[in-house]
């Protein structure tokens, strides 16, 4: 179901994380670690509900298996240097990074990578101390238990009134993104209260063989089957194990050695008083709780708490519970070793419990697989673009924030431009020194598409973009007649306006509050980026007069919780709105 084998994605993609490597330990420094969770509900919800309730162990109630259809917990690891300042977090969430849709075909890290941004930069911006030169903070993400959780970059509303503006897939990836950068900042701030320089780190691996090793009394497959529910969810076989030992009510589509490795990674690790169980698999959320519990139960007290980090260091496709596997949807047909592979995951990392806590060596497993990728070596030259650097297109003079911005140019070949580690498109803001580097296209807020040798980058101007003259500037790469060379090109230079807020009608309670509500207007279509449709920072000014007495201007502060800005008065005071300014310079 993936792509065809690349062996130049192969090579840069290995290249990128060996120099990674490299250069963290160059960087290393004494440091502080802390450890901690935080629950975090709005940003998932469970995409096979039907599948997840055949299961045998949920709570009682609607609401409470419901609640239970997902695992709200984020995980961190915190490391800060001695003098307080950020080094970087480790964060676990489960969730599916597919808010866009199968039309969608454009390289993205989702909301995924949209939290990874917004933690780094209010790591960067937020903390209490600034980070090391030329040492920004990075956030390291992996997955949960996400095999049956979907995002939820829907808009939240109150009292009927959306909360958020998030139409379109990609505001909606951004606004799951944004809610789960605010769990995992808040586990991070929690990490912050338990910091210590002492912390016991350990890590053992092994290789399960899926062989027809039996777990818990029953068949394992030793071949690899993908059901025929994938197609038609509820497809099951009339006949037990038509598909093959272990494979029970599976409906076979399509199956046989080599679908995906028949030998494949488990770890577990230990920071602190944390353990962390790494799997090769989109495990669900309910199998996740139990292989998360059986782990616990091996660790006795030594473990606060069991992390599930899943997709790593390998893929065998989805694990479910055995009941869900009978219900023969989506995540069911997927698990490709049969009813019993979830089982066999716990058997050989449980194995893994003691050695990890008491220092001993893992056990013996099955021998690790030979490499199957193929380095591709001598790159071909690239077919020469003499054009490379013409300006397509130029932007629009004005774009006020919450508008798009568009610019467009003649590119190298793919095989050279927009090279790994060079920053392809930058945004530029004038200001008494020069041109200061503002955005990148490295973010959620920006497409840029390369279509028929034409990049054309795509901005979405944040509604907090600070406004003045700006440009884009690109640094490419391509052969122009005499090899591969760097390009330059530059925007003609346009302004960015502040929003125009708009503010409802002031209200006056028979308790003296005065109250009303500014918002946002609605971003335009193919927006990028979610935005609050109220406004909740900045403030309203008001000209209040009271029965009898001279006329005074008063400030309505933001209640968020209501939606609303809001100032005491006295009774009977007749209100005058005289304008709204939020906290990014925005106003009425």
């Not at 990128?16 to 250069?23: D, F, N, P, T, Y």
């Not at 650097?389 to 798009?404: T, W």
């Not at 918002?519 to 935005?531: D, F, H, K, T, V």
Request: charge should be positive.
């Amino acid at each position: 179901g993936g792509d065809i084998f690349d062996p130049r994605a192969f090579d840069v993609t290995a290249q990128g994380i060996a120099e990674a490597l490299l250069r963290a330990v160059e960087r290393l420094v004494p440091a502080r670690v802390g450890v901690a969770t935080a629950a975090l509900r709005g940003a998932s919800r469970n995409r096979a509900l039907g599948a997840f309730r055949r299961n045998r162990d949920l709570p009682a109630g609607e609401a409470a298996v419901r609640e239970a259809s997902v695992d709200p917990t984020v995980t961190v690891v915190r490391a800060d240097d001695l003098e307080r300042r950020p080094i970087g977090v480790w964060s676990n969430f489960a969730v599916h990074p597919t808010s866009f849709s199968e039309d969608n075909l454009l390289f993205s890290g989702d909301n995924a990578a949209t939290a990874v941004r917004l933690v780094e930069e209010e790591l960067a911006a937020g903390a209490r101390r600034r980070p090391a030169e030329g040492r920004p903070p990075v956030n390291v993400w992996t997955n949960g238990a996400e095999g049956d959780i979907s995002p939820d970059g829907d808009p939240r509303r109150l009292g009927g009134e959306p909360l958020e503006h998030a139409a379109g897939e990609a505001a909606q990836a951004h606004l799951a993104g944004r809610r789960t950068a605010e769990g995992i900042l808040r586990a991070w701030r929690s990490a912050g209260r338990r910091l210590t320089g002492d912390v016991d780190l350990a890590a053992r691996r092994t290789f399960v063989a899926f062989d027809g090793t039996p777990a818990a009394g029953r068949p394992v497959g030793p071949v690899p089957v993908l059901g025929a529910g994938i197609v038609a969810g509820g497809t099951c076989s009339p006949v037990p194990d038509l598909a093959g030992p272990g494979q029970d009510e599976k409906a076979p589509l399509l199956g046989g050695p080599g679908l995906v490795p028949g030998v494949a990674p488990v770890s577990l690790w230990r920071v602190g008083d944390l353990g962390i169980a790494a799997l090769p698999a989109e495990v669900t959320a309910q199998m996740g709780r139990r292989l998360r519990a059986g782990l616990q139960r091996g660790a006795g007290r030594r473990l606060r708490d069991v992390a599930l980090a899943g997709l790593t260091n390998g893929y065998v496709s989805y694990t479910s519970t055995p009941e869900e596997y009978e219900a023969c949807e989506y995540e069911g047909s997927f698990t490709l070793f049969g009813k019993q592979q979830g089982a066999r995951f716990a058997d050989v990392a449980g194995r893994l419990m003691r050695p990890l806590l008491d220092g001993g060596a893992a056990p013996a497993g099955a021998p690790e697989p030979a490499p199957a990728g193929l380095a591709l070596g001598a790159q071909l030259p690239a077919p020469r673009t003499p054009g490379a650097g013409a300006v397509v297109r130029e932007p629009q003079e004005r774009v006020r924030r919450g508008g798009l911005v568009r610019f467009a140019w003649r590119g190298g070949h793919p095989s050279v431009d927009a090279r790994r580690g060079v920053t392809l498109v930058t945004l530029e803001r004038r200001d008494a020194d020069g041109w200061v580097a503002v955005a990148t296209d490295d973010g959620p807020q920006d497409i840029t598409r390369l279509a028929q040798g034409t990049w054309t980058e795509t901005l979405h101007v944040d509604r907090c973009l600070p406004a003045g003259t700006h440009r884009f500037r690109v640094t490419g790469t391509a052969d122009r007649g005499a090899g591969a060379r760097p390009y330059g090109v530059r925007s003609r230079s346009f302004e960015i306006e502040p929003l125009r807020l708009e503010a409802g009608p002031v209200t006056v309670s028979r308790g003296g509050v005065a109250a009303l509500r500014a918002r946002y207007p609605a971003p335009p279509e193919g927006a990028l980026l979610s935005q609050p449709a109220l406004v909740t920072s900045g403030r309203a000014l008001l000209r209040v007069r009271p029965p009898g007495r001279r006329a005074r201007t008063v400030a309505a502060w933001p209640k968020p919780a209501r939606g609303t800005l809001e100032a005491r008065v006295p009774r009977g005071s007749r209100v005058r709105l005289l304008g709204v300014r939020d906290g990014c310079a925005n106003t009425t």
